[in-house]
């Protein structure tokens, strides 16, 4: 399964992915003098990538339920429970409808991504896979595919571990990185537009 690294960058990929979708994003727009945090999202893009690990809090359950981990937490019920906090949240702060929904959708597809990652990765440990569709199945899910590889988390501090995870994490970067920065140069270029836009509508005849 990814490592926490390789969930966090497709957290921020589906953070800025959702984004750019057309629409209410004016409260959003940072200016191209502004930081680079400013410009990356603030304090929501930092949301979603947190979102994107969530998903492994489950490990900390295991000394009591040796099968809680990529079960409840791993399916597309948790993803909607998420949506749907993340929405209430924001509809106590902003009064655009469309707006609330831009955040929904931005932290449940953070979220997801987690799903994704995992239902695409190698997995060598029995049950394979996640529950994905809990709670309408218990059943076990994953692609066979094998995109990102195996990690580990027991003696992590072991040569031989820190050699497989590094492994891992290089090639999660490899997939993922160039996403990224595509996604950052579009995103770049489209606020900027609507940065010039803002003006002209706040002058718009009456």
């Known amino acids: 399964m990814p490592t926490p690294i ?3 960058l497709a957290g921020v990929a589906a953070a800025w992915a959702v984004d750019l979708v057309p629409g209410d994003r004016l409260s959003r727009i940072a200016h191209t003098s502004a930081s680079w ?9 930092l949301i979603c990538t947190g979102l994107a690990v969530a998903p492994d809090v489950d490990l900390l359950l295991l000394p009591f339920y040796p099968q809680s981990h990529r079960t409840v937490t791993h399916s597309v019920g ?20 469309a ?3 831009r955040v929904a959708m931005m932290c449940v ?7 994704l990652l995992d239902w695409l990765g ?9 529950q994905l569709l809990w709670p309408f199945s218990h059943a076990w899910f994953i692609s066979d ?11 992590i501090f072991t040569a031989p571990i820190v050699r497989l995870n590094l492994v891992a994490i290089a090639q999660e970067s490899a997939i993922l990185l ?29």
């Open 178 to 206: 160039p996403i990224l920065v595509a996604l950052w140069l579009v995103r770049v270029k489209a606020l900027a537009g609507l940065a010039t836009e803002l003006p002209r509508s706040d002058h718009a005849p009456q």
């Open 122 to 130: 190698a997995d060598n440990y029995p049950p394979r896979g996640i």
């Open 99 to 101: 707006g609330v929904a």
């Open 145 to 155: 595919l094998d995109l990102f590889p195996q990690t580990a988390r027991r003696q």
């Open 37 to 45: 945090y400013q410009r990356a999202g603030n304090g929501l893009t």
């Open 78 to 97: 948790a993803a909607l429970v998420v949506g749907m906090l993340a929405g209430a949240v924001a509809a106590r702060t902003r009064r655009s409808a």
């Open 109 to 115: 597809t953070a979220y997801a991504t987690h799903l």
């Open 6 to 8: 390789g969930h966090a």
